[in-house]
């Protein structure tokens, strides 16, 4: 017996029959001898509903009541599978995030969570009971709604886990698990059985949105052993441990599972970076912050920054990305400090993509690089920018060449499938 | 100065732009010097969705859980209204029925308040905020959210302004008040300035159906001053002391009021009952019981009963009405019992109608009793069965003479528009 946590995506909770075919999912697992807890998000479609109506009401509106509304959304689908269980026999039901509570700080909109009280609920499901919890919820200490952001129902069923102690979290979406790559590109994408959170949140944070990077950092941070899974897969709702996902874990645990290690674990690709060029920049001690300070003041996330060594009469150019979604504010800023940092142009570039090879088993990156490298040179792919990290080489190409720069990578790493097409 | 409640329907608050003309109206009140508190409902539409969801999961599902999902609708609605009121520049803030809390037993899905903490409450709407409140929703002592039966949002604006001890509770609804008789049925119905709470209870309870029964009922035991106006009249949203509502109030209050009194208040029709009929019942003691003790068991509402004295045979006939609604369990639970009861035949009809004359100044009700009666047999319409209460006198009749009933009683009490066409 296990005590497990599940939790299913607005796709999965999107009406009627995919409530019961998830209801059936679930009761499967507690029919395999296990005390289950459940984490629900809102019906597909309905959250962008609700915020828009907050929208309507007001383009500024108080995020402690745009709380009190989307809330609403996780509310209703934890009351209706809580009915869909009982209408199959089990004894379910819902425990709302004021209920139990989930406690957050006061960021409303994008709270998180400090603790979440879970002596009731782990009486009620050792009494047999599935617990039922709207993901996405929770309460400030002087007991206003909170919510946790977009996708935040993925961070609530890691917390979840870890206050209940569950011997693992199994998320399902609408992928059957992490891949090699992103399948739609390359269709000799392999799904890998096992990847560690630093690798999880490398693939994440460059574009393979499986998982929300926040409940990967906090399965990392309490030690949670996540699963991803589908959903989809079977009409008939076999036990998830007969459906193989994929486990995220840590660097011990994944060496323990005993499997062939690859180098390379995957590569992913993202499109939504700006390139920013500033030439001519007089190359003295506090230029470079002259730069960055204005645009880490107004939350703008600056990724990869490339600095060569002066060319000559003591100027330098710098290079750096910002998310496409910042550039014109990016530009704005650096346009009224022209004078103060004292640069000769600014150039601008959205049609750029960052292409990155992630691996814990990634020894040396000399190596790892130089294959890239010699890869994308091989099909005349320019790189613009490269950066490092513990287990990543990310490069920056023409947005273009990103499909093409996925698949020869993926060759080049000996990551293609054998018996795929 | 005053401290009022006011309380919008789900007509009123069905989209954004008809919550902005709420908070518009709420503002108006505020502006007026007054401490407002707004409870609302959910939009037009969006608990038969949820009710509907409920159903689908199953159809036996536990009301607990119904309460959960149907709640979500009034969160949802009062978060946006308090953004649409931020919006215009007022202070306001949404307080859940939990918030509060509304305290109630743990009858799920038709629960009655026990208490509402009102402290907070107060303090903030003496701070100038306008306070936004969920109707219809509640929570139990063990912290489970309950909801108050369909139309529960007027008794919730009632116990709100018994708890905060307000001047005066507002409903706004589709209609502009409280007429003499259905508009739809008599062009010529008036308006009438003020009603006691006793009338208002008999024309609900005859198919009036402005406020809910309970709601009433409600005022008139915690001796809150009801209004009943319009949130449809004018697109510049006048503060409500300028639109000419209903006031439901207390008999004293009425007196003082000082208005010209009719002998009838008004005119209800109810074509949602239907008669049962059972001959040759034997006219022994206990008779009688057999036939009703099942019925109320089986939470069956019977309304009027007509038994004559023994024709011969020591035998009679005796005469009811239950809802239409619940016609085929009485026709079934009588069947069963023919033996038990001993009736010769049981005869149901549901094509009949209760056309009731209203009215606290009625002095003598054989003075009302006649001048219906003969009105009716004036145009030939036959009745079936009489009975009255305390204000009351009400009349059966074939369904197919309903409105005819009600416009010939209508000029008969002299309740006509002078004016009118």
Same mark, same amino acid.
């Given at each position: 017996?296990?005590?497990?946590?599940?939790?299913?995506?607005?796709?999965?909770?999107?009406?009627?029959?995919?409530?019961r075919r998830v209801a059936r999912?679930?009761?499967?697992?507690?029919?395999?001898?296990?005390?289950?807890? +459940? @984490? #629900?998000? /809102?019906?597909?479609?309905? &959250?962008?509903? =609700?915020?828009?109506?907050?929208?309507? *009401?007001?383009?500024?509106?108080d995020p402690a009541e745009y709380? +009190? @509304? #989307?809330? /609403?959304?996780?509310?209703? &689908?934890?009351? =209706?599978?809580?009915?869909?269980?009982? *209408?199959?026999?089990?004894?379910?039901?819902?425990?709302?995030?004021?209920?139990?509570?989930?406690?957050?700080?006061?960021?409303?909109?994008?709270?998180?969570?400090?603790?979440?009280?879970?002596?009731?609920?782990?009486?009620?499901?050792?009494?047999?009971?599935?617990?039922?919890?709207?993901?996405?919820?929770?309460?400030?200490?002087?007991?206003?709604?909170?919510?946790?952001?977009?996708?935040?129902?993925?961070?609530?069923?890691?917390?979840?886990?870890?206050?209940?102690?569950?011997?693992?979290?199994?998320?399902?979406?609408?992928?059957?698990?992490?891949?090699?790559?992103?399948?739609?590109?390359?269709?000799?994408?392999?799904?890998?059985?096992?990847?560690?959170?630093?690798?999880?949140?490398?693939?994440?944070?460059?574009?393979?949105?499986?998982?929300?990077?926040?409940?990967?950092?906090?399965?990392?941070?309490?030690?949670?052993?996540?699963?991803?899974?589908?959903?989809?897969?079977?009409?008939?709702?076999?036990?998830?441990?007969?459906?193989?996902?994929?486990?995220?874990?840590?660097?011990?645990?994944l060496e323990g599972l005993d499997?062939?290690?690859?180098?390379?674990?995957?590569?992913?690709?993202?499109?939504?970076?700006?390139?920013?060029?500033?030439?001519?920049?007089?190359?003295?001690?506090?230029?470079?912050?002259?730069?960055?300070?204005?645009?880490?003041?107004?939350?703008?996330?600056?990724?990869?920054?490339?600095?060569?060594?002066?060319?000559?009469?003591?100027?330098?150019?710098?290079?750096?990305?910002?998310?496409?979604?910042?550039?014109?504010?990016?530009?704005?800023?650096?346009?009224?400090?022209?004078?103060?940092?004292?640069?000769?142009?600014?150039?601008?570039?959205?049609?750029?993509?960052?292409?990155?090879?992630?691996?814990?088993?990634?020894?040396?990156?000399?190596?790892?690089?130089?294959?890239?490298?010699?890869?994308?040179?091989?099909?005349?792919?320019?790189?613009?920018?490269?950066?490092?990290?513990?287990?990543?080489?990310?490069?920056?190409?023409?947005?273009?060449?990103?499909?093409?720069?996925?698949?020869?990578?993926?060759?080049?790493?000996?990551?293609?499938?054998?018996?795929?097409?």
């Amino acid at each position: 017996m296990a005590r497990i946590v599940m939790k299913f995506g607005g796709t999965s909770m999107a009406g009627t029959e995919r409530i019961r075919r998830v209801a059936r999912i679930v009761q499967g697992q507690q029919a395999a001898g296990h005390e289950v807890a +459940v @984490v #629900v998000s /809102a019906m597909a479609g309905e &959250t962008d509903r =609700l915020v828009n109506f907050c929208r309507e *009401a007001d383009p500024l509106h108080d995020p402690a009541e745009y709380d +009190v @509304v #989307v809330a /609403a959304g996780e509310q209703v &689908t934890s009351g =209706l599978l809580a009915m869909h269980l009982q *209408a199959l026999g089990s004894k379910a039901r819902s425990w709302l995030g004021w209920q139990l509570p989930v406690r957050t700080d006061d960021a409303h909109a994008k709270a998180r969570i400090d603790s979440i009280d879970s002596d009731a609920l782990i009486a009620s499901m050792q009494a047999g009971e599935i617990a039922v919890i709207p993901g996405f919820q929770g309460l400030t200490e002087d007991n206003r709604v909170t919510t946790l952001g977009r996708g935040g129902s993925d961070t609530s069923a890691v917390a979840v886990a870890a206050a209940i102690g569950a011997d693992r979290c199994d998320i399902y979406t609408d992928v059957d698990g992490v891949y090699t790559t992103d399948p739609r590109i390359v269709s000799k994408a392999q799904k890998l059985k096992a990847v560690t959170y630093e690798e999880m949140l490398e693939l994440a944070s460059v574009g393979s949105k499986v998982l929300q990077t926040r409940s990967v950092s906090l399965a990392m941070k309490e030690n949670v052993r996540v699963q991803v899974l589908s959903s989809f897969i079977d009409d008939d709702a076999p036990a998830a441990d007969t459906i193989p996902g994929t486990m995220i874990v840590s660097d011990e645990e994944l060496e323990g599972l005993d499997m062939e290690r690859q180098l390379i674990t995957g590569i992913a690709a993202d499109k939504n970076e700006a390139k920013v060029t500033l030439t001519r920049i007089a190359d003295r001690p506090g230029a470079v912050a002259t730069i960055f300070g204005p645009l880490a003041d107004a939350n703008i996330n600056v990724d990869m920054i490339i600095q060569n060594i002066a060319k000559d009469k003591g100027e330098t150019d710098v290079t750096f990305t910002v998310p496409a979604a910042d550039l014109a504010r990016t530009q704005a800023l650096l346009e009224e400090r022209k004078e103060q940092i004292g640069y000769y142009r600014l150039i601008c570039d959205s049609k750029v993509a960052k292409i990155s090879v992630v691996g814990v088993g990634m020894k040396s990156h000399a190596g790892v690089a130089a294959t890239m490298f010699k890869a994308l040179a091989d099909r005349g792919i320019n790189i613009q920018a490269i950066s490092t990290s513990e287990i990543k080489v990310s490069v920056l190409i023409e947005d273009d060449y990103t499909e093409l720069a996925v698949r020869v990578l993926h060759s080049a790493y000996g990551l293609d499938a054998k018996d795929a097409a």
